[in-house]
């Protein structure tokens, strides 16, 4: 069953990203209408030109996905921020840098992503979201896979698709 008052604060998020308080000028949250295509920056590009992504780049590096989320695809994001890979980190007793050198990493970020330019509007009305893995992540309003993240920003644009801000990292 779908938590209403996950829907409403996703409401109440709307346009507060991170990425946009981190001064990214071609990266504008949209309240989930559809604009199309913003801006000249990939999906990678708003994410190494925001604050609090570090890890998330520095993965997406280290598992060969920059070309994959650069290229002319639309694709949605679930980014999660720096602090959300260092819970992880800390829940498995492992130093960050373990984190960058898992066997698995690849198919853990891509199970981050999903097909197509997926608005906040979209995502929280859908029951799961199937991933560019081939699993899909269980959505209740804001909450994924059972308190595994929370959205916690929405909408922000891309060239190539469009970025959801999480607190937590998704495991397949």
């Not at 992504?53 to 060969?64: I, M, R, Y």
Request: aromatic share 4%.
């Amino acid at each position: 069953m779908i938590d209403k008052s996950r829907r409403t604060a996703l409401k109440v998020i709307g346009s507060t990203g991170i990425f946009l308080t981190a001064g990214v000028g071609s990266a504008t949250a949209r309240n989930g209408k559809r604009q199309g295509a913003s801006g000249d920056d990939t999906i990678v590009d708003v994410a190494i030109a925001a604050d609090g992504f570090d890890v998330l780049v520095a993965a997406v590096q280290e598992a060969g996905l920059v070309d994959t989320l650069s290229g002319n695809r639309q694709l949605t994001v679930f980014a999660p921020t720096d602090q959300a890979f260092e819970d992880l980190a800390d829940a498995l007793g492992v130093e960050l840098a373990d984190l960058l050198v898992r066997d698995d990493l690849g198919d853990i970020l891509q199970y981050h992503v999903t097909s197509g330019r997926r608005y906040a509007s979209s995502i929280v009305n859908a029951p799961q979201v199937k991933t560019l893995n081939g699993k899909k992540v269980d959505v209740d309003g804001t909450e994924l896979n059972d308190g595994q993240a929370n959205i916690v920003a929405t909408d922000i644009e891309a060239s190539n698709g469009v970025v959801h801000v999480i607190d937590g990292v998704l495991l397949p």
